[in-house]
């Protein structure tokens, strides 16, 4: 692959694979240095990507594994109180009344999107706000097909679950 070729691919993709890390991890500098880590690596090993998936699944399995080791080394209990996007909202409400359910039911999404593991919480953010298919998902991971499904399919689940402890 060449420079240019990089820089074409990594154009096309670089907002969401920003929007995504900033899902996974909360936090915009930490969401920041994870992108351009991933940027890095992936521009060093341009050479080896050998198109058996297409650029944007291999630019995030890398970011994944980059941050993978980094919670690995530091081992440290995350939370996840920035999941609160611009992205997630809905259009803006007209009442007073509207402004303040949404905020409060996007409240309590982010709260719940904290509470799951992220072994279930990156599935499925992968398969519901960035529109991965199953396959997709489970290249970026390095899972089997069917185990994607499972997790996305638990993640729902638990998120209904939490949910209706908040909302009720």
């Not at 980059?66 to 409400?93: D, F």
């Amino acid at each position: 692959m060449t420079s240019g070729e990089f820089q074409r691919e990594y154009e096309a993709v670089k907002n969401r694979l920003y929007t995504f890390l900033l899902r996974v991890t909360g936090d915009g500098a930490e969401a920041q240095e994870l992108l351009q880590e991933a940027v890095f690596r992936a521009y060093r090993k341009r050479n080896s990507f050998r198109r058996e998936s297409s650029f944007k699944t291999w630019i995030y399995r890398i970011a994944l594994n980059i941050r993978a080791n980094s919670l690995r080394r530091h081992m440290v209990e995350r939370t996840y109180p920035g999941h609160e996007n611009k992205t997630m909202l809905a259009p803006s409400p007209q009442t007073p009344e509207e402004v303040f359910a949404r905020k409060e039911r996007n409240h309590a999404l982010a709260a719940a999107l904290g509470a799951l593991k992220e072994k279930y919480s990156i599935p499925l953010l992968l398969k519901h706000l960035e529109g991965y298919s199953y396959a997709e998902i489970s290249e970026m991971l390095g899972i089997e097909e069917s185990d994607a499904r499972k997790r996305v399919y638990r993640a729902r689940h638990q998120l209904q679950s939490l949910l209706g402890e908040v909302l009720n």
